[in-house]
């Protein structure tokens, strides 16, 4: 499989917990975003990654939010003290410079 | 005013049918326009992108984009049950941030 891959699919957590999302990109894509999509909108841009590099983040991430990509490959997302508001579903997208962004399945984030 | 506008639907349209769905924005610097594919509890999945004036097509779908009226259409012929999907209009401004509208829920009748 050379698409994007996310783990897990399915969180389900209570409220004030910690989560952990990985997202493993297409191989040769060297641009790893996140996404936050909540149910009748399109994804919103939470932050994104040249190699290990992370260039731009959303005012959306707040300071319980934290991402990383150390080796330029795969990534995590980190949510601290989870809020109800986290629910929603967390897209993973590659991209090799600036071409096409690719999206992963997703890991949909229940909070209780 | 939202940065990509679309009209969040359902549009229904009779198998066969060719279906229009339309997008406007904001941000004259805005440089590559995408149609992203969602069905229900699945990820977007890319269907077109254009980046100049005019049309581009690809099978069933033509993409229209007019950049001096910042609008950009998404054109499906022959519309088939498996159409039936929300539509998302994006675009990005070159550095990569793609912004994305809300979607239009299609729906193809049979």
């Known amino acids: 499989d050379t698409g994007v891959s996310q783990d897990p699919r399915h969180k389900i957590t209570k409220r004030g917990q910690n989560v952990t999302f990985r997202c493993d990109p297409i191989s040769e894509h060297n641009r790893l975003y996140w996404y936050r999509q909540t149910l009748g909108q399109g994804p919103e841009f939470l932050t994104y990654f040249q190699n290990e590099a992370q260039l731009e983040k959303s005012r959306l991430l707040s300071d319980r939010f934290s991402a990383e990509r150390p080796k330029g490959s795969f990534s995590t997302l980190e949510i601290q003290r989870t809020e109800q508001g986290d629910s929603a579903m967390y897209l993973c997208?590659?991209?090799?410079?600036?071409?096409?962004?690719?999206f992963g399945p997703g890991t949909r984030l229940t909070v209780l | 005013q939202k940065e990509v506008e679309q009209n969040s639907g359902p549009l229904s349209v009779p198998e066969g049918a060719i279906a229009s769905l339309n997008c406007t924005y904001s941000?004259?610097?805005?440089?590559?326009f995408f149609w992203y594919r969602q069905y229900s509890g699945k990820s977007p999945e890319l269907i077109m992108f254009i980046y100049s004036n005019g049309d581009k097509e690809d099978g069933r779908f033509t993409a229209q984009l007019n950049k001096a009226s910042q609008y950009v259409s998404l054109l499906i012929r022959d519309s088939q049950p498996s159409d039936s999907a929300t539509y998302l209009c994006a675009l990005s401004g070159g550095y990569q941030k793609v912004t994305f509208g809300i979607g239009t829920k299609l729906q193809v009748i049979p």
């Open positions: 941000d004259r610097g805005s440089q590559s």
């Open positions: 997208a590659s991209s090799f410079e600036l071409d096409t962004q690719y």
